[in-house]
């Protein structure tokens, strides 16, 4: 069905060689099991003797608690306990970034949501009915709702005590206020979009004999969850032991702690294994979403199309809570102009606390929002100055050598003008006959038969992005791997382990891949993820390929010099002229002199290493910095869509994505990111939005919270290229979240080009179009 | 929570009549949802499934009219691959109903006691003028479709009473059915429209969903074309039908709507969008009977 360009396994300007596991496709070790529903994922879970646990939510998004009582819930037959705020052992605080978010709500609650009490009780449902008898008594206040207010408005009300604000980041560039002879400005909005991950938050705590706890979860960070969970239980991280148990997709919103406190709080205090697994409906009102933001946008350019200034002011909605919003803000200045070379900037950005729901880690973080104004502008000045659209870009593509905004040498590829050729020159889809009559599927609206081709347009639109990979601004971001070499039943087998989380982007493979190729080895097992081994950091970022990928590198590098040590040791060969392949210990000069498992004979060699990228350094008040962030990756997308512009009804045609990956190093998984973070940018084009009145989320269930079907999501064309990053393992770069940025733009560029509509909202809604 | 099983039709009332607050399951794709989000706890569950008769149809004759008897436990895939002939706008309505697992669970009779405003059987039954046929230990009886909804989520059902069976009209010209939903698949309608011509009667039948609080019927539309149809002799005669007379249609299809704001659309949209598929679906049904008509004239010569 869908048509896909594997890249090829052509020689990369790197001095490492690429062989074996590394750039092959092998089958997933979970991927069998997934696909038969065969595998167990965290809310599965079960132990013996187990009570449930439930939470109580804040009904209210701003309120002030007079009193709980939870009398009459612990009186319930088949109820355990009953917790609140003054049941939490340690610190009350969590976060991310800032700690600001309480475990248990104290004297106010902040958002329609805020977990206020816990129960655990013999059954899932006493549990839940228990929490219909604590009482409550709210005295409820106005909730602050508008972001943008909230930055330019003194007098809103503090949601917290030390202001709204966030983070507030200036990047300024050449001159502020240049001045060019072609203008375009628009103001754009981006609706909060939910990871929609399948599996609801969940895990199973189990109290230990030593005054520990152990946690069964699914989460994206076993370390980060480990330490602001000892903080809360007041516990020695080392009595807090975290294993990954089977992650039902995570996109982001799993970094931020939902059960994790509260269930460890509930299994301490009653000693018996407690589980708390959510519903959907709870998971909407459990984790971060996409920031909201509203984005003021200015375009200079010369008559020929050179870009000269952008000056944007971004406002994003961080809700309640911190969560992930300085970075957000760090992310949506510093890459605020695209991937485009601009001499001027002068860029602001706001992250605000208001009573929404939270905001925090989503696919393509911070990058997305900005990504739909700056390219809708780039159709807008296309527009203005008569040029093509495809043209403009490469134009003002920044390529290797570039300054980026916040002064910062691009030193690798960055090749975005081709690949905004590249996608150009994709094969677009045949252009139905007029005598046949369309199969109904195939139109807007699809089998609700709204439409038999009237009123049906066909618009075709581009978009491209730049986002930084890892973390940022100074952060010390590595991972670490251990990884061990032995002999069983007479073979070579070797065990990697680290605590990365697979959230299904397939990274445990990649682990395998690796190993195998430093190696030379075919059997490698992947020891369970848990916070027994090292941090890995967590799965987002597009970074653990990159991280992970470098320790687990590292480590069999160490493992392979000690083997290789051995083997110098008995043959009498100097290491140097040694490699290993085929589970075989080859010589330079005299071929094979022995198999793995022979040098080896009953040694266990095993090594960990940690893998720090380079360094990166935070931002100044100007937003300069010498190297703010450690890589950046590109996309590029075309999108083809049908347009009932009658019902304002839409249907994505085609949409088709050139992408550069550095070195793909599971060409199969960089398809499947590919596809899946476009289809993530197609619900934000056209109909994922928590939709948010008074501070409450008004469709908190997948009834209404739409995220695409197979028959929404069209068949693609994926060009990967691969232009090796010189400084990351084997040359990668982060595939993940690009795809997710430039699809939503492209998206509606073609639905900007079916109706000649302005379409400054995603997602874009019938109302739109035909308004 | 007591879950009854009965074997058959007989016991199945019986046991609605000795636990009148009992909520029957069928697919159960409506009632499960609603306990998982709580918003039901029943005491007593009564099981359908086992009862084979309403998992039957057959044709029937009622007051001289070819019909098709629907038990009340067919599901809609059956509905789309035995019934599409007979009851095409009632089969295009089923495919358009949630997913294939949904379509091979989900029934008519759960459908028509969910009474949702958006319940996609709802329109192509009005628009074929259906009935209900409910039973109770207490007897039989059988009420118009039009009469069968009385509010949001409520039917004119007793506690006792099940829907046994929907008599439909054998179809005897073009049925449309037109689903408005912001994703082209699993969608609850935002809107709905159907549309039945009926040549033998020279009548037209209408139905609109989730355009108020009960599906209902453009009754002022229906009158309008009938009578437009006939004056200008188009039943026998077919011609193309002015642009005019589409027009109108779709106002006063439009008219006939109550609809509201919320998450899925606003009042405004849908007004505006049923007065399209009102045109849409007349100019689709009126030009497959022209060619119809052309066709059996052509026969009728040969
Ligand atoms: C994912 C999903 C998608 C859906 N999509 C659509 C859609 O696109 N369009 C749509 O219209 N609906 C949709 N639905 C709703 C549902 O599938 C339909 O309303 C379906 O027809 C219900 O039939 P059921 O047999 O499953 O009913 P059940 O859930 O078994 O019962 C529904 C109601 O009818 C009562 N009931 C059932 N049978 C009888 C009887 N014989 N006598 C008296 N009362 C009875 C039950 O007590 C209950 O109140 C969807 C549901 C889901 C979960």
Partial sequence: MSNTHAPAHRPQDLDDAIAGGVGESPLRPDGTLKVRGDFAYSSDLWAENMLWGATLRSPHPSARIRSIDIGPALRAPGVHTVLTAADVPGRNLYGLKDIDQPVLAEDVV????????????????????????????????????????????????????????????????????ATADVVVSGTYTVGMQDQAFLGPESGLAIPAEDGGVDLYLATQDLHSDRKQTAAALDLDPELVRMTMSGVGGAFGGREDLSMQVHVCMLALRTGRPVKIVYDREESFFGHVHRHPARMYYEHGATEDGDLVYVRAQLYFDGGAYASKTPVVVGNGTTLGVGPYDVANVSIQ?????????????MRG??????????????????????????????????????????GQVLDYPAPVAELLRRVRDLPLPEAQHPDTTPDIRDLPGGASNTTHGEGVVRGVGYGVCIKNICYAEGADDFSTARVRLQVVAGEPLAMVHTAAA?????????????????????????HPNDTSVGPAGSSSASRQTYVTGGAVQAACRAVRERLLALTAERYGEPPSELSLAGGKVVSASSGVLADIAEVLGS?????????????????????????????HAFSAHRAVVDVDTELGLIKVVQLDCSQDVGKAVNPESV????????AQGLGLAVMEEIQVGEGKIRNPSFTDYLIPTILDMPPMNVDVIERGDPNAPYGVRGVGEPPTISSTPAIVAAIRAATGKELTHVPVGPEHVIG | MDFLRPACWSEALEAKANHPDATPVAGGTDVMVELNFDHRRPETLLDLTRIEQLREWSRTERDGVASVRIGAGVPYSRLIDELGTSLPGLAMASRTVGSPQIRNRGTLGGNLASASPAGDGHPPLLASNAEIELESVRGSRTIPIGEFFTGVKRTAMAPDELVAAVHVPVSTGPQQ?????????????????????????????????????TPRPATEAEAFLAAALTDADQWDDPRPLPDSITERFGELVAHAAAPIDDVRGTAGYRTHALRVLARRTLSWAWDEYRGDTEFSGRQRCA
Avoid at chain 1, 349 to 361: E, F, H, I, L, R
């Fill in chain 2, 177 to 213: 059915f037109s689903k408005i939903g912001t994703r082209n698949a699993m969608v609850i309608a935002v809107c709905t429209f159907a549309i039945a011509l009926w040549p033998d009667r020279r009548g037209v039948g209408t139905g609109l969903g989730s355009a108020a609080p």
């Fill in chain 1, 502 to 526: 697979e959230v299904g982007q397939g990274v445990v493979t990649v682990q395998q891949q690796i190993t195998r190729s430093e190696l030379g080895v075919e059997r490698v097992n992947i």
């Fill in chain 1, 365 to 406: 973080l911070g990058a997305v929002q900005p990504a739909f104004a700056y390219e809708s502008q780039m159709d807008r000045l296309a527009a203005k100055l008569g040029m093509d659209p495809v043209e403009l870009r490469v134009r003002n593509a920044i390529s290797r050598g570039d300054t980026t905004p916040t």
């Fill in chain 1, 671 to 678: 398809v499947g990111q590919i596809q899946g973070g476009s």
């Fill in chain 1, 603 to 631: 040694e266990v060699v095993e090594e960990t290493r940690e893998y720090h990228h380079r360094e990166t350094f935070p931002l100044d008040e100007q937003g300069h910095s010498e190297r703010a962030q450690v890589q």
């Fill in chain 1, 110 to 177: 902040r958002y329609r949501g805020e977990a206020v009490a816990l129960v655990a009780a013999d059954h899932p449902e006493t549990a839940r009915r228990a929490l219909d008898l604590v009482e409550v008594d709210y005295e409820v206040l106005e909730p602050v709702v508008d972001a943008e207010l909230a930055a330019r408005d003194e007098s809103v009300p503090k949601v917290h005590p030390g202001g709204n604000t966030v983070r507030y980041q200036p990047i300024v560039k050449g001159d502020p206020d």
């Fill in chain 1, 349 to 361: 950005g706001w992250g605000m606390y208001t009573n929404n729901p939270p905001c925090g880690a």
